[in-house]
């Protein structure tokens, strides 16, 4: 058991190591992440409540991500069971972060809808990831969010992630009126890959945010404010200039 799990609570070192056990298939076990084939990769982690938020908020940015040679991964937080099968979920996004190119998903199989409720367990999930693969990069959810797993999840990556030189924050159909965005990502060439993964979802098919008229409707409305096709816009939470 690696060190820093020594002083944890019992139910936070379950928590923990249910996600190394998820991991233990995946490339983060066996790969030295920081051995990269150069100096310009990053490391990118998109942390998201529900499967399904990472697509919606910042699919298309990660695709751009994966087709520029980054590593990216990706952790989610709850299973979703308020709103479908939480097996056919995992299935799902497993395939959706496929083909956006997500190199290792993560669970922390956290109730869903009590995120907010446990914000301890929630900052522990996604440090014991922080740790493992050290990322350039997190993309989470805004303070400026409706929904109260969205806005424990920010909460949990303001703690969670103080180390880690770039944070963005991503906007979901839930998002408030004072989310403000700073940053605008072209996404000209993978806003397509973000709509094939939407389209992954037919669990959620009844859930009128999942359409990709809309989805691709708000890329563009994010584009047009920049001269651009399709953008997707985040909320700068800080950034370091090394």
Not at 8 to 32: F, V
Not at 42 to 51: D, Q
């Amino acid at each position: 058991m690696p060190s820093w799990l020594i002083a944890m609570h019992e139910s936070d070192i379950n928590i923990l190591n249910n996600i190394l056990k998820k991991n233990s298939n995946n490339s983060i076990a066996n790969t030295d992440l920081k051995s990269k084939a150069n100096k310009h990769q990053k490391t990118i982690l998109a942390i998201g409540c529900h499967p399904d938020d990472i697509e919606i908020g910042c699919g298309a940015t990660l695709a751009k991500h994966k087709m520029n040679g980054d590593i990216v991964h990706g952790l989610i937080l709850t299973g979703g069971g308020q709103h479908g099968n939480p097996l056919i979920r995992e299935s799902e996004v497993r395939r959706a972060a496929s083909i956006v190119g997500i190199k290792s998903l993560s669970f922390a199989d956290l109730e869903d809808t009590y995120i907010f409720e446990n914000l301890r367990a929630t900052i522990l999930a996604i440090e014991a990831l922080v740790k493992q693969i050290n990322p350039d990069i997190v993309y989470s959810h805004s303070e400026h969010d409706r929904h109260q797993d969205h806005l424990g999840a920010f909460l949990a990556t303001r703690v969670a992630c103080r180390r880690i030189s770039q944070v963005l924050l991503y906007e979901t159909p839930s998002i408030l009126p004072s989310f403000t965005p700073q940053i605008f990502v072209n996404v000209e060439d993978t806003i397509e890959k973000k709509l094939d993964a939407i389209r992954v979802y037919a669990s959620q098919s009844s859930s009128y945010y999942m359409e990709c008229d809309l989805v691709e409707g708000l890329a563009k409305i994010r584009g047009y404010s920049q001269n651009v096709r399709f953008c997707e816009a985040f909320e700068l939470l800080w950034i370091v200039l090394r």
